[in-house]
């Protein structure tokens, strides 16, 4: 069984969603056979590279919210976050363009380290007092070997601005084809979807909804087919 | 809706079989709606890269046929790709290891030009005189530069054995859970499947039906989610 997740690391109701998804996975019986794909999602695709700001006044700028409301919605996150055993600074985070990051996750699932590097980055952004924002590429590179990728192959991947760009850009057609404009965004077997960071019993129950529903695939004229495999190409007696 | 292709550059009824399926592809109304991913399968993974055969001699040696029924074999494939408006040489061409295909084919979709190369491919292998498999990598730099790909990129991809490896295992692990054992594999919106290279009314039926049955997503739980979007992040009252 397959599960997507869009997300952007800017979001914090996607690390917060993902540990609740995460719990539910660990007690699911079927663990060893979901794969988990990553899949890009950016909440200010318009945002400038350089173009840092701390997190309160970009939610007041951005969404008109008044100072207090911006901070009571970080207290309101860190006390969920807490709740899932997660670090969260709710004061001093910066906000930023995440488009190479979603690159180097893009990068990653190539090599088996997706997942690893998530979950980096989300503390990094989430719970650390260094930006992922401000320090330029060499704070994604420290990141990157943390998660197990080669320094020099990650420097290469961030110095080329269309490496992986086109993945990402595929990855946001098809969130919107799917109907999600919000992360995060779960899409179990393209089959069932679960939108936002629903409490662990909400994933608990796709999974095993998704599982029971999973089917062979329906062959179109099973009758004798011109292949080739391992023993070799099927010569008809035409 | 996505189509996913399992296919081995190696293989002829792949060859023949891509081009049934694009002619029921282009007669299909809702043509524009479908993606089209191909996905690797190596017909001969364990030979290496240098071990290099005239097809007639690999098809006596590996399968045990006699000189002339794998003529008799190439013959008929003549046939059958001249019937689909195909170019196919049915003496001379020789057989080797396509993994470094399969990993320009992963680079290949990033830069959206997959299909492109996956034609030029099947081409120079079933088509030209000159093989895909003794020149050395600049062959397949200068079939990569024809289907739209920068030659310094794809030479830093030939010259790294490990650069889309990790893709290349995936799709063929992901075949053999699909159940398939021979190429050309379809599979659509993971749902149906068609097995070998079947005549263009099968892949018109499988593409009508995988059409009737797309269906949304089934959202478990829409309750109010905790989720960000374009507009910020939603703020539970607590």
Same mark, same amino acid.
């Given at each position: 069984?397959?599960?997507?997740?869009?997300?952007?690391?800017? #979001?914090?109701? #996607?690390?917060?969603?993902?540990?609740?998804?995460?719990?539910?996975?660990?007690?699911?019986?079927?663990? %060893?056979?979901?794969?988990?794909?990553?899949?890009?999602?950016?909440? &200010?695709?318009?945002?400038? =590279?350089?173009?840092?700001?701390?997190?309160?006044?970009?939610?007041?700028? =951005?969404?008109?919210?008044?100072?207090?409301?911006?901070?009571?919605?970080?207290?309101?996150?860190?006390?969920?976050?807490?709740?899932?055993?997660? %670090? /969260?600074?709710?004061?001093?985070? &910066?906000?930023?363009?995440?488009?190479?990051? @979603?690159?180097?996750? @893009?990068?990653? =699932?190539?090599?088996?380290?997706?997942?690893?590097?998530?979950?980096?980055? /989300?503390?990094?952004?989430?719970?650390?007092?260094?930006?992922?924002?401000?320090?330029?590429?060499?704070?994604? !590179?420290?990141?990157?070997?943390?998660?197990?990728?080669?320094?020099?192959?990650?420097?290469?991947?961030?110095? %080329? *601005?269309?490496? /992986?760009?086109?993945?990402? $850009? +595929?990855?946001? $057609?098809?969130? +919107?084809?799917?109907?999600?404009?919000?992360?995060?965004?779960? !899409?179990?077997?393209?089959? /069932?979807?679960?939108?936002?960071?629903?409490?662990?019993?909400?994933?608990?129950?796709?999974?095993?909804? +998704?599982?029971?529903? $999973?089917? *062979?695939? =329906?062959?179109? &004229?099973?009758?004798?087919?011109?292949? #080739?495999? *391992?023993?070799? #190409?099927?010569?008809?007696?035409?």
């Amino acid at each position: 069984m397959r599960v997507e997740i869009w997300t952007d690391i800017a #979001c914090p109701w #996607c690390y917060v969603g993902k540990a609740r998804f995460d719990q539910a996975l660990a007690a699911f019986p079927h663990r %060893d056979e979901v794969e988990v794909v990553h899949r890009s999602f950016e909440l &200010d695709p318009g945002r400038a =590279k350089g173009d840092v700001q701390p997190v309160i006044t970009m939610l007041t700028k =951005k969404y008109g919210m008044s100072e207090a409301q911006a901070q009571a919605g970080e207290d309101n996150l860190g006390s969920q976050a807490a709740a899932e055993g997660l %670090d /969260y600074r709710t004061r001093g985070r &910066d906000h930023g363009n995440t488009f190479d990051m @979603h690159r180097l996750l @893009h990068f990653a =699932k190539e090599q088996g380290r997706q997942d690893e590097l998530i979950q980096i980055l /989300y503390r990094a952004n989430f719970a650390e007092e260094r930006s992922v924002f401000t320090e330029g590429d060499e704070r994604l !590179v420290e990141l990157a070997v943390e998660a197990g990728l080669d320094a020099e192959a990650v420097r290469t991947v961030l110095a %080329d *601005p269309a490496a /992986y760009a086109e993945e990402v $850009r +595929a990855d946001e $057609r098809e969130a +919107a084809q799917l109907g999600a404009n919000g992360v995060p965004f779960f !899409v179990l077997d393209r089959t /069932y979807g679960v939108s936002g960071a629903q409490p662990a019993e909400v994933f608990t129950q796709a999974l095993s909804q +998704a599982w029971g529903e $999973r089917s *062979p695939l =329906k062959l179109v &004229d099973q009758g004798d087919a011109e292949a #080739c495999g *391992p023993d070799g #190409c099927a010569v008809p007696q035409h």
